[in-house]
């Protein structure tokens, strides 16, 4: 997770994502406002034994979104790193390869790197895992097409990681119109036994059909949202392991808020929630709990 040093409202990704809002606020105020959620969302989650590597990010970079790391960054079990095309220009300079050598510091072991960011000469973009979303245990990868993610980038991803594409494309309707959702993790969230996820998103039948029976063949409870509740972030979450190997479902405390009794009774069925106040870094950034966190599933030495 990375701490924020210059966080804002970020003029470049607001362009098409839909979630952002302008708090009219001085970017000091907010910046201060993020950093306080940020230390508590951090330290909820280590109360809960989940082991947390905080990254200070650095003034010189003006790097407004580098709260979201995972969007430029994906690690993997055979100890590969990914490195990810971003669309917005000033996101690009989130990548930084100190962390990388922190994990290794960490004991972590980084066998090879994969970059893909050379499509960006070509505008093409896929955002880490927030237009992947990697079922790694069965070996396919999930993407809501968009600006932010390439189909045939995204091939190529699931070609070099031997995973099964499901493909499909997810909306919201903004003034009126439906336009497509910036990230797949938004609408969506995989956990080992289950998934929370907008159905009403995906408005082609056959695609929506496609991903249900993806999700039912491989035995994973389906927990609907609606899309008002996804615009509270209800499709932004992760599980996390803590102490005791216990797995959790972490979400903002917004999202917590807008789930029905018998939603939040589905997901506990599978294990705890954590959430944590998120408000000004979704307002600002358009981002939630899942987006704040890069997950290391590289080997240890």
Aim: negative net charge; glycine residues 4%; aromatic residues 8%.
């Amino acid at each position: 997770m990375v701490r924020p040093v210059s966080f804002r409202m970020n003029e470049q990704t607001a362009v098409n994502n839909y979630f952002q809002e302008d708090p009219h606020l001085k970017n000091t105020v907010i910046n201060q406002r993020a950093q306080e959620e940020f230390d508590q969302f951090v330290k909820v989650l280590r109360e809960h034994g989940v082991n947390v590597i905080v990254v200070e990010d650095t003034l010189e970079r003006d790097t407004p979104d580098s709260i979201f790391p995972n969007n430029w960054v994906s690690f993997h079990e055979n100890g590969t790193v990914c490195i990810y095309p971003m669309f917005a220009q000033n996101r690009r300079k989130e990548r930084r390869e100190d962390i990388l050598d922190l994990l290794e510091e960490e004991g972590f072991v980084i066998n090879e790197v994969m970059d893909y960011t050379v499509a960006e000469e070509d505008d093409i973009f896929l955002e880490g895992t927030g237009s992947i979303l990697m079922d790694r245990v069965n070996q396919k990868a999930y993407c809501a097409l968009s600006e932010r993610a390439h189909e045939e980038l995204f091939i190529e991803f699931c070609e070099d990681f031997d995973c099964f594409p499901v493909i499909f494309h997810a909306n919201q309707t903004v003034d009126g119109k439906r336009l497509p959702i910036y990230h797949t993790n938004v609408m969506m969230a995989l956990a080992e036994t289950f998934a929370v996820i907008c159905l009403d998103s995906i408005d082609d039948k056959k695609e929506r059909k496609n991903v249900v029976e993806h999700l039912k063949m491989d035995g994973r409870e389906i927990i609907s949202i609606t899309e008002e509740q996804m615009c509270h972030f209800a499709g932004n979450m992760l599980q996390v392991i803590g102490a005791n190997d216990q797995r959790y479902m972490v979400m903002s405390s917004q999202a917590y808020k807008s789930l029905t009794d018998a939603q939040i009774k589905a997901i506990e069925k599978h294990g705890p929630i954590i959430h944590s106040s998120l408000d000004t870094i979704e307002l600002c950034g358009g981002g939630s709990a899942r987006c704040m966190m890069a997950e290391v599933f590289l080997p240890k030495a």
